[in-house]
């Protein structure tokens, strides 16, 4: 029984933590901006084409690096350009905006690729086939709970020990007075951005490893069961987000082994409904009282 | 005459004159044209418009659910309307399945909505009570597990499962050559219950219940009971829409209608101007005509003499398209029409004075 | 509109108290207004007045105690879950074995209680009249079937006459077609009120109705209140921080500091009452 579990134990393993580094995006953003950055599956999925793209002009050693500041760049301009200019403006403008980017993005990347899917290439070190125990898989499967963990750790620690870390959890419980207090805003904004991009672009390096077709709408699926996973682990909360993320990815897989393959997507959605109805703040979340 | 009602009977000729125009236009350009089809699915996506307009610019309610309840709707119609004969070809994988009978066009349509609205209905339970994105979020989510269980092996016998329904009345078989008189006619139709509703005193409440909720509340206004009659409404016509686009499109696929579809539906809504009936409909028809019609010379290669214009290649269309609306979202946020309606312009309601 | 008994108060608190995670905003406030009365409750800024208020409308539960309109509960509540351990407050035994009461604002205005608001509610896409005109719907016999096939069209007329009417009695008919947030403050506060009296209440609660308003504006909206208590027959529960008005217009005061009552008693009297004194302005250190 054990045997025929394995192998989507470990598939589940693995895109649970590809997830949890999207997801962690989501949280920051939503975190201090109360922002669901639609956007933010998009931005994975182009770092997923920057690689397409760069390994034929770039060797793989100097591509990984540029993927990553690529993607930032991306995930940095995307905040100045079309949620900056709304930050006075009604919640629902910038959710509003932030579809119309996941819209521009989609469109743009359909544009530049022509439609057809792209041939993820293959990186050494993450595609090579090992054994763990009766399964066959890659050794992606290893690297990425041990690289999320690593970073939502390094992540964890800059949100409690740094200057920044408390810059950026000051503006996630009261935006107006850490702006009256002296925190520099867009800063804090940027840096938040730049993190949750950072993370989705090391993502996409795990991700499309194992699913290696790309396309311009490959991103919004896992893009909207990361933001299921940083909602069921509790806004606001980076491990919450990597636990839900891993909670998902292995329900998901376990759905699959049991043959319901057709709902192993609406089971991420069942699990919000469940979750928004009976638990908002998720599983670590902060609860915050609104007063009249 | 009082100024009201004359206001309305102008209006009422303007319609009849665009009705008697569309009539025209299909007759002389044939129902093929581009400019037909334009028109036929400019109209149905009016009324879906109109119907998220309803909720979320008129009650303030976030709800990014449209595309389950258009699924829904679309899927009742044809079910109930694929011809007897056909049932077992269509039903191949599913030895003809459940349903073995047919009704006719119209109360089909109604069976769409209100199979649409009992969806809404039960929904809306649980999540009415969510505020802002949280709703969003939890409508969206719905959708999605509507479409994975529309899809679902084990109904196959109703739905088709993930195979495609066709074979139903469409547009050009209900009224051939008048495709664009009848579409008109039932949105038409729908569009103006819309209306006559939400200048009713519900439809005042629910102003209220978007401009403040506390405020509402403290009036007397039960915040859940018009919170979901805003909703089933909306998804009562989302429904009919939904069948209308099936009509319109010939062939039904449940995967078509994912999230994508009611962000554009959405976007139309904000270009229009949320809490505009008239936005809305303009939008719908300048969308439509821009995605499928006009614009397309971007998508083409051009060579000019011995230099290839850059850019222009298939896709290029979309682009430009995306960042108008970008630039729309992000610099002309009330839409084209704002709050206010074609008819109140002229009116202090409609004046640019009257507005802070 | 019910019954109005005369002899039974038109709204009493009975030990109400409310605690919010561990702060206890009102500590065991008991009070009592009376047919045809005007009654203030004063008090320094956080004494708890306007969470007063939010307990008896239905924006709070209480966490303890009963409020009663026109002789019946409203509001019934005592610590439950995890609030028994955490209740800071006492009688917390009293209404142990009574069946919680609860209503939504809605429902309790529909009982007859209306109110205005400390920072102005309006609606702000909506006229004067339009304002004025959703506050009646709550008393409407349609539905929405027959309110969009306009089956409605008496009660419809009706509850636009009742709305201008208002309009008039409160001299804003000629601002009827403005939008309610570019009316002048003043104006807008009256706007408030008037709405709140389209709702047909027995019961008028004012959220500092004379907040900013300048000393002859507060003079007006003292007259006026009084007018409109005799024209339609209320009873006035107000927050205010203007003491002329208070002074000119109360029957009697409450006085609220921390979340207690200090003290009780007609205008005269509070003024003279040294643990009203000391609260507001303090006391010499010796």
Known sequence: MFDTLLPYLLAGVSVGGQYALIAVGYTLVYGILRLINFAHGDIFTAAGFFMVYLVASVPLPLAIPLVIILTVVLGFVVERVAYKPLRSAPRMSIMISAIGVSYLLQNLMWYVTGGLAKQYPVLPGLSQTIQIGSATTKLVTIVTPILTIALVVALVMLINHTKIGMAMRAVSVDFETSQLMGIKINNVISVTFIIGSAMAAIGSLLYFTNYTAVTPTVGAMPGLKAFVAAVFGGIGSIPGAMIGALIIGICENLIKAAGWTAFSDAFTFALLIVVLLFRPTGLFGEKTTDKV | MKKGNKRLIISLVFVALLYAAGCLIEHTAGTKSMVVTVLQKGAVYALIAVSMNLLNGFTGLFSLGQAGFMLVGAYSYAILTIPMAKRAAVYQYYNGGWVQFTIGVIPALLVAGIVAALFAALIGMPVLRLKGDYLAIATLGFAEIIRAIVQWDTIGPLTNGSNLLKTYPTLKNIMPGNTVLFTFIVVGVCIGLILLLINSTYGRAFKAIRDDEVAAEAMGINLFHHKQMAFVISSFFAGIGGALLAMYQGSLQANSFKSSMTYEILLIVVIGGMGSVSGSIMASFLFIACSEWWLRFLDAETVLGNFKVPLLAPGFRMVVFSVVIMVVVLFFRKGIMGDRELWELGSRRGAKGGRK | ?286
């Open chain 3, 1 to 286: 509109m019910s019954e109005v008994k005369t002899n039974v108060p038109v709204l009493r608190l009975e030990n109400i108290t409310m605690q919010f995670g561990g702060v206890v905003a009102i500590n065991n406030l008991s009070l009592e207004v009376n047919q045809g009365e005007i009654v203030a409750l004063i008090g320094p800024n956080g004494a708890g007045k306007t969470t007063a208020f939010n307990c008896v409308t239905g924006v709070y539960e209480p966490t303890n105690g009963i409020v009663d309109f026109h002789g019946k509960p409203i509001v019934v509540n005592h610590p439950q879950g995890k609030m028994i351990k955490q209740y800071g407050g006492i009688n917390g035994d009293l209404y142990k074995d009574r069946k919680p009461v609860v209503h939504t604002p809605d429902k309790i205005t529909h009982m007859g209680i209306a109110r205005t608001f400390q920072n102005i509610r309006l609606f702000k896409s909506q006229t004067a009249f339009e304002n004025v005109l959703i506050g009646t719907h709550l008393r409407r016999s349609s539905n929405f079937l027959t309110a969009t096939f306009r089956l409605n069209m008496k009660e419809e007329k009706a509850m636009r006459e009742k709305a201008m009417n208002l309009l008039e009695i409160v001299g804003l008919a000629d601002v009827a077609n403005e939008l309610a947030t570019s009316l002048p403050y003043g104006k807008q506060r009256r706007l408030e009120i008037a709405r709140a009296l389209a709702t047909d209440p027995t019961l008028l609660l004012l959220d500092e109705p004379a907040a900013g308003m300048n000393p002859q504006e507060t003079d007006e909206l003292g007259e006026f209140i009084v007018d409109i208590k005799n024209q339609f027959n209320l009873t006035v529960f107000m927050i205010e921080h203007h003491m002329n008005l208070v002074m000119d217009i109360s029957d009697r005061i409450y006085v609220l500091d921390f979340g207690k009552q200090i003290a009780e008693g007609t205008p005269e009297e509070i003024q003279k009452n040294p643990v009203v004194i000391a609260a507001y302005l303090g006391v010499d250190e010796e």
